[in-house]
């Protein structure tokens, strides 16, 4: 079974530093993919990033970069140059496999808050 | 581009009511998925369909929840009977790409439905 674990419940950090928000996931399969989600307080889910597991190098979109370990079996998420809008809540996922079977198996979330 | 559309955003039941959920996924996208988003946690997969089949539903509670996805395209959640742990947010997401496939094919989630069981 896949699980993901994000063991940051809440942040606080100041507007313009950088925050990293920590993911570890645990799979047997060789082959899988994994994504961030935003979601703000009006809770739609926002696609922001994706790593493949044969990725060689780590992914990166505007002020997005994943920090993909694979030997640790993390991927943490840094945003640069955080902004107030950032303020949400962010999930890591892992898309499963077999059988054609792709649905996204999510962690508890962190809860980020940008402060000015 | 119109992206997923849920209906209703709001319900409110008692239990042992039943209540169902429509979502209409982007155009042309074979893949759909249903989420539900407990208060506090991340969303959990439901039910996931390829066209109109189902590719995964072993998360599903089968003996109260059901969902259909008749002619490929909008799909239907239905509860019955509901009870007080089904208080939740039921999320609808779509892909463009077949599943099993290996590359990013991202999900596009719709809004959502917050459902209220008292």
């Known amino acids: 079974a896949q699980k993901i674990t994000q063991t940051q419940p809440g942040m606080f950090v100041q507007e313009k530093e950088a925050v990293t928000l920590d993911c570890t996931y645990d799979?047997?399969?060789?082959?899988?993919?994994l994504f961030w989600y935003k979601q703000p307080s009006s809770g739609e889910m926002i696609f922001l990033i994706y790593?493949?597991?044969?990725?060689?190098q780590n992914a990166t979109e505007g002020r997005y970069s994943l920090n993909f370990q694979k030997a640790r079996k993390s991927a943490n998420l840094v945003i640069s140059a955080s902004q107030l809008g950032d303020s949400a809540m962010y999930f890591c996922a892992m898309r499963n496999s077999g059988g054609g079977a792709d649905g996204l198996t999510f962690g508890k979330g962190t809860h980020l808050i940008i402060q000015p | 581009e119109a992206g997923v559309a849920q209906s209703p955003r709001y319900k409110i039941i008692e239990k042992r009511q039943s209540v169902a959920f429509w979502c209409n996924p982007i155009s042309g996208h074979a893949t759909l998925y249903w989420y539900q988003q407990i208060l506090g946690q991340g969303p959990k997969l439901l039910i996931q369909?390829?066209?109109?089949?189902?590719?995964?539903d072993s998360q599903l509670p089968k003996d109260r929840f059901s969902a259909e996805r008749l002619k490929g395209v909008d799909s239907t959640l239905k509860i019955q009977p509901a009870k007080l742990e089904d208080s939740a947010v039921y999320l609808c997401a779509s892909s463009l790409a077949r599943s099993g496939l290996a590359g990013v094919h991202e999900q596009f989630f719709g809004p959502g439905t917050r459902l209220t069981v008292l």
């Open positions: 799979t047997s399969d060789p082959s899988y993919g």
């Open positions: 369909f390829q066209n109109n089949g189902v590719v995964d």
């Open positions: 790593q493949g597991s044969y990725d060689q």
